[in-house]
């Protein structure tokens, strides 16, 4: 029961299987030295976890990524150039083979041999490997002949020396993987049996029906002998069962066999690729044949890759580009036109091929004819049946004829460079000599424009005819009148070598530069060259679909979509099923595109080609930081501040360009155009940044993108802690720095600053010391004259005050600060003196208003005598009544004395006038408090205020004169710093 439930099962499978190769049209390219294959023989292919095609020749190793080929030798760390097996394991080491005695892997771009990795160099193979497998646990296979080595995942090395307590010795071993990816082996010399690797020896599985020998293959699902032509199916359910034996054809050389679509098996031999269908076992198909082919490989494309010997090798892909085959020995098409049943075309062999469906099947049944047997090397550029079977042809000249081949009935001598169908009856034709509108029907030149000009290509927009020349674009109006267009544009100024009106009636230009351009009213809206990936030397022509504008060049087909902002939006090379890339002519009907090329002709339809297909993405295949190498994450790398390099790749299979690279290190930032595959930073940005990687080609709309986050810790010294430390340090140094100076400067001037000092409290002395010598010779006068008078009495008086005023100013000389009570004392003696000289000529009164005790309150010695002595001298003296009257009031204003002075003398002005007419000189007593009052101020840190005003009466007349000063309750606690005096 459960044989049959694996026999249904494995029915189902076959018939769910993927579509035969039959039933798709497939492009064969082969890849030979002019393709960048740089050899002729294809020994092994394999394709890696990351889809790159790895190709084992004789002249080295070569990985293909879809567009170009890479290749390892002898010089990058191959033991030989000769690589006969590839393998990959679960690591991401792929394994090679080579011819050698030895084996080798390559692991992050490096290849690794006996001669730089210890544990290659442990294996110490003497004689050449056969084989190489991996299998699921990782573990890597070495099988030859006398060698069955093992290394696991762990790089332990283990030698396999029985098998079914057999041993092996030099004996031959079969090898293979079963479908769960676990090693299965047969020794011929024990017999039937085959064995299974349960992770530490061999156990038996089974028996084959037939005895293993010669070119077999055991697959999970069928046993086939090519030799022989034996074949069995092979089924597994606890307990192997093969089918009864079934005769296969025999393949003499077969190299490789595997079972591809559905239920057909593929062959490779010295004689070509063989399909056998294993339910019939009849050979459905012989391809490549007479060519030796070996490894062949299904790719995840859905592509077939095959090894030839002395071929290079061969890529069959599944495309809707289509082609059809002329069989002929000059297939280039110059004119293709698209019809109800096929197509039409001229090739430049004046050869007419005419293709129709055959019966509403797919394939095409062909019709050649020679137009003009007599001009072998003409060029039709347009050729057309008319209704009355008469073909119109435009070459060197425009001709009628009955039959192809046959004579011409009517010519015109035009020299045919562009043909445009005006209409159902009208062809414009650019000739050497101008535009020349010839009518179908009646084969007639109806009208000429542009006449000696040079015309190239031609379009119609409306009623107006634009003509591309050799020196630029023009056009005509229906008066024929022509005017150049944008004649001072650069890119007007070149050859034009196409043109093509669209249905929303833009024109689009192709130039010399295989530049593209768009115009609109005859402005600029779009200009597409090699920077928008238009990768070509030449446009040839022009084609618009509705959607899509078709662009043949000497690089291949471009389509660039009609609707802004014009983007490539599909390519198609000779790698994709063009005949060649070299496109000469193209035409559109009803959805189906037409292509000429110089190897034939290609068709497809619109709307195929443009199926979404998978993306492509890029690989980064190494990324070192110095000496360390890192792997992609989506995780942010943390980096060492050395240098960085990425490897980066994209493998894709669609047969584009090569694609071109770019990188910015911000999203602000502008691209940067890559040389090559790598990226290199010598110095990289501290804290986070972030690479990212774009590639740009026509089939990938705006480009394929890969960002890596990074982060490279800043050093110490950039760290903000550091610049933090480093500031303090720095402000800390400048402090000490500045304060030793200071201090240096302070040492070496205190001496002189306390000299200055000194000097100056001695000058402060001087000064409060001076009574006015006058007013001394006035005073000894005065008394002399009381006593020569006999005024005994007021000559005794005038003595003792004048006595007591003379010792108090002695005292107090030596003072800075005397209490207020002493101050006022001293002015009293002095008032007094001056009311004896002057004979009671005026009046004082003295007034205090204190909160605290005067004898407690301190005030700069002898400050209030000049001042008082000011206002008699100047003031009241000059009285003409001789009533002179002097009020001083002391007043404590919380903590500040407030003094005022005031006298009711003749006033300031009248004064400088008094002395100016009476040439009298000038009391120093206003100097004497005008320095000591500024002495006192650079002693002291408070200022003594002092503010001279004018005492006015009722009738705004001067009337005295007020003096007021001011100090801090403190001031002679209030002493400056040394450095205040410098």
Known sequence: MLLYLRFFLVLFFLIHWPKDLSAQEYNITNYRWEQGFAATTGYILFQDSKGYIWIGSENGLMRYNGYDFKMYTTRDGLPDNEILGIEEDDQGRIWFLPFANAICYMKDGQIFNPENDSLLHKLAITERPHHIYADRQGTVWIVGRGMFIAISKENKISRIHEIGGYNIGNSDVYIWLNSDKELMASVPEIGNEFYHWNGKQFDREGYMPFKPEGMLDFTTTFLYNTATGNFSNYFNNGLPVFSVIRKFPRIQFSFDRKLLFKDKLFVSSDRGMYKINISTGKVEDQFLQGTKIGSFILAKDGSLWFGSIGQGIYRFLKTPIKSIDTKLEHPSVIFIKGTDNGMYCTTDKVVHIKADFTDGKEGYKIEKAIIDKDAPYSRYLFLEQNESHEWLGCSGYISLRKNLGGKMQKTHNIYTKAVLEEDATHLLIGAYGGIFRLNKKSFQVEDTFLYDQRIVTLAKINNLIYAGTLKGLLVCHPDKQSYPVLPDNPHFKKHIMALCATIDEQLWVANSDAELIALKNDTITKIIGLKNGLQCNR???????????????????????????????????????????????????????????????????????????????????????????????????????????????????????????????????????????????????????????????????????????????????????????????????????????????????????????????????????????????????????????????????????????????????????????????????????????????????????????????????????????????????????????????????????????????????????????????????????EKRVAILNRLFDGKIMMHTSDVLNEMDQVAGTTIFISYPLNLNELLKDESSYN
């Open 539 to 929: 446009i040839s022509c022009l084609k618009a679909s509705d959607t899509l504008l078709w662009v043949g060049t000497d690089n291949g087909l471009f389509a660039i979509s009609l609707f802004p902002p014009h983007n490539i939006v599909k390519y198609i090379s000779y790698e994709t099923g063009l005949k060649s890339n070299q496109v000469n002519c193209i035409d559109i009907y009803k959805g189906r595109v037409w292509v000429g090329t110089i190897e034939g002709i290609n068709y497809f339809d619109e709307s195929d080609v443009l199926k979404k297909r998978d993306t492509a993405a890029i690989i980064f295949n190494k990324i070192q930081n110095g000496d360390d190498v890192l792997l992609p994450s989506n995780n942010i790398i943390r980096l060492k501040d050395k240098p960085l390099s990425i490897d980066f790749d994209i493998v894709e299979f669609s047969g584009g360009l090569k694609p071109v690279f770019q990188y910015r290190l911000d999203k602000h930032q502008e691209w940067t155009t890559i040389e090559g595959n790598q990226l290199y930073f010598p110095t990289l940005p501290y804290g986070k940044f972030e690479i990212t990687i774009r590639g740009l080609s026509p089939n990938w709309g705006d480009g394929i993108y890969c960002t890596q986050f990074f982060y490279n810790p800043a050093p110490f010294y950039r760290t903000w802690w550091f610049f933090f430390l480093l500031l303090f340090a720095g402000i800390s140094l400048m402090v000490i720095i500045t304060f030793i100076v200071i201090k240096r400067i302070r040492s070496r001037d205190k001496s002189e600053l306390a000299i200055r000092k000194n000097l100056l409290r001695l000058e402060q002395m001087a000064l409060q010391g001076q009574l006015n010598p006058h007013f001394i010779f006035n005073s000894i006068a005065a008394i002399k004259q009381y006593y020569s008078s006999g005024n005994l009495e007021k000559g005794d008086l005038l003595v003792d005050s004048f006595s007591n005023l003379v010792r108090l100013t002695f005292e107090m000389g030596t003072e800075t600060f005397v209490s207020l009570d002493k101050e006022l004392s001293y002015l009293s003696e002095y008032l007094n003196v001056e009311l004896i000289r002057f004979h009671d000529s005026f009046s004082y009164h003295i007034e205090k208003e204190t909160s605290i005790p005067e004898s407690r309150i301190l005030i700069p010695a002898m400050l209030l005598q000049p001042i008082v002595e000011n206002a008699i001298r100047h003031g009241i003296r000059h009285l003409p009544d001789g009533k002179g009257k002097i009020h001083i009031f002391v007043k404590q204003v919380k903590e500040t004395v407030a003094i005022w002075i005031k006298d009711n003398g003749i006033g300031r002005l009248k004064s400088r006038e008094l002395q100016a007419n009476l040439f009298t000189r000038a009391l120093t007593s206003s100097n004497v408090i």
